[in-house]
C-alpha cells in the first residue's frame, strides 16, 4: 500500500525573503510527484501572510495542472487557525463566512485577457478598501493605471495563458495593506537580455533594469511606467515595493541596505509583485 | 476629422496592446494636422496603450506630432500629462536606449 504524502508548511510565512522561499520550497519538493494525493500538514504553521494566498493559490494551481496532483488538509483546523484564508476567498466552507474585520482583500485569478474584471476589482476591492491611504483622485487613477500597465504587460512578456492571481491583506496593527499580485509566466529576463543583447544577464539587473522610466522590451516602441510609477509610489510614501522574479528577490527597502541581493536556492516562475501601502 | 477612441475600441478601458494597435491602424494614414484624437468617454487609459498608439503614430511623424489634437474628458486631467510623457518618450527613442545601454556597459 502507498504511503500517504505530507507535505508540511511550517514557522512563519511573511512576505519577506523567508517567507516566499518556504513557498517556493514546497514547490519545489511537491513538483517531484506525479498523479498523487499530497496531504498538507498545517498544524506547525504558527503564521500566513494572507496576501501570500495569490503566490499558495498559483503553486496549488501549476501542481494540479502539470504535475496531476490532488491536495487534502484538514480543514477543520484551517477553520479554527487560519480562519482569513476562508475570509479572503481561498477556501471555501459550507458555512457562511463573513470578513467582518474587513481586513481581507479577495483572492482572485484573472484571464490575462480579462482586463475588465482586473479593473473592477482594483477599483472597487482594493482602492475602497478601509486599509488603504487617504489617496487623492490623482495618485488614484496613477496606482490603477500602473496596475493595469503590470497587468496588460503580462500578457506581453509572460509568454503564458496561465491566470494571473492576486490577493490583499490589511494588516491594521502595522498599518500596512499589503496586496500581491502573481504571474506564471517566464520572468523579467528573456526579454530584456534579448533587448539588451546580453548585456542585462541576470536577474537582479533585469529587475533594476525593467524599473528605468524608459526601458521597454518591445521593439521600435517608446517604454512605459507601470513599475517606474509604483517604485516613485511608494518610494515617497516609506511604503515598500517587492519584486520576485527568476531566483531574485528585490526590494524598494533594501536597496538602501548593505545586503541588497537575495537568490533563491530553488526559484519558482514567472513574477511576483509585493505592494505595501502604508496607511497614513 | 474627429477619431473617437471609445467608437473605434469599443471599451471605457483603453488599456492593452490590442486596444493600442487598432486605434494606430485606424490614425496611421493621416497626417497630425488632419485629425484630433477625443478621450470623451474613456475611463482609462495606460501607457502601455498610449506607447502602441500615440507613440508609435509619433515616431512615425515626429516633425509633425506637435500639430496632433486631443479631447479630453472633463475629469480626466491627467490623461494629457500621459500623452505627453508618451509622446516625449517616443522622441527620445534610441537616444535614450543607446545612454541606457552605455551607463549599463560602464557598470
Known amino acids: ?280 | 476629422m474627429n477619431i473617437n477612441v471609445l467608437d473605434i475600441i469599443k471599451s471605457e478601458f483603453a488599456t492593452n496592446l490590442t486596444d493600442g494597435s487598432v486605434l494606430f491602424e485606424a490614425i496611421k494614414s493621416y497626417k497630425p494636422s488632419e485629425i484630433t484624437i477625443s478621450f470623451n468617454g474613456i475611463r482609462r487609459i495606460s501607457t502601455l496603450f498610449l506607447n502602441e498608439c500615440i507613440g508609435q503614430y509619433a515616431m512615425n511623424n515626429p516633425a509633425t506630432i506637435n500639430d496632433l489634437k486631443f479631447e479630453y474628458p472633463a475629469d480626466k486631467e491627467n490623461f494629457s500629462l500621459k500623452v505627453e510623457d508618451v509622446i516625449e518618450n517616443a522622441l527620445l527613442g534610441d537616444e535614450y536606449d543607446t545612454f541606457v545601454d552605455n551607463a549599463l556597459l560602464s557598470m
Open chain 1, 1 to 280: 500500500m502507498d504511503s500517504k504524502i505530507v507535505l508540511h508548511l511550517s514557522d512563519n510565512i511573511y512576505t519577506n525573503f523567508s517567507g516566499i522561499k518556504r513557498l517556493f520550497d514546497f514547490y519545489k519538493t511537491a513538483s517531484d510527484y506525479y498523479n498523487e494525493t499530497i496531504y498538507i500538514d498545517f498544524y506547525h504553521l504558527n503564521w500566513f501572510d494572507a496576501n501570500l494566498s495569490a503566490l499558495f493559490g498559483s503553486i496549488l494551481a501549476k501542481l494540479t495542472n502539470e504535475n496531476n496532483l490532488k491536495f487534502s488538509t484538514d480543514l477543520k483546523y484551517l477553520e479554527e487557525h487560519f480562519d482569513v484564508l476562508y475570509r479572503n476567498g481561498f477556501l471555501r466552507s459550507d458555512s457562511v463566512v463573513s470578513d467582518e474585520q474587513q481586513s481581507t482583500v479577495s483572492f482572485k485569478s484573472f484571464s490575462i485577457e480579462d482586463k475588465d474584471g482586473f479593473i473592477n476589482y482594483v477599483e472597487n476591492d482594493l482602492l475602497t478598501h478601509r486599509g488603504m491611504p487617504n489617496l487623492t483622485e490623482d495618485e488614484k487613477d496613477n496606482i490603477i493605471d500602473s496596475l493595469i500597465e503590470v497587468f496588460c504587460n503580462i500578457q506581453i512578456h509572460s509568454k503564458t495563458d496561465e491566470p494571473f492571481y492576486v490577493c490583499g491583506q490589511y494588516y491594521p496593527k502595522q498599518g500596512v495593506l499589503t496586496f500581491s499580485m502573481v504571474d506564471l509566466g517566464v520572468g523579467f529576463l528573456p526579454a530584456i537580455k534579448n533587448k539588451t543583447k546580453g548585456v542585462v544577464n541576470n536577474d537582479y539587473d533585469a529587475i533594476k533594469w525593467a524599473l528605468e522610466k524608459k526601458n521597454t522590451t518591445k521593439v521600435g516602441r517608446p517604454g512605459g511606467l507601470g513599475l517606474f510609477d509604483l517604485n516613485t509610489y511608494f518610494g515617497k510614501t516609506n511604503g515598500d515595493l517587492q519584486i520576485i522574479t527568476g531566483d531574485t528577490f528585490w526590494s524598494l527597502e533594501l536597496e538602501n541596505a548593505v545586503m541588497k541581493k537575495f537568490h533563491f536556492p530553488n526559484p519558482y516562475v514567472g513574477s511576483i509583485l509585493n505592494l505595501f501601502f502604508k496607511y497614513k
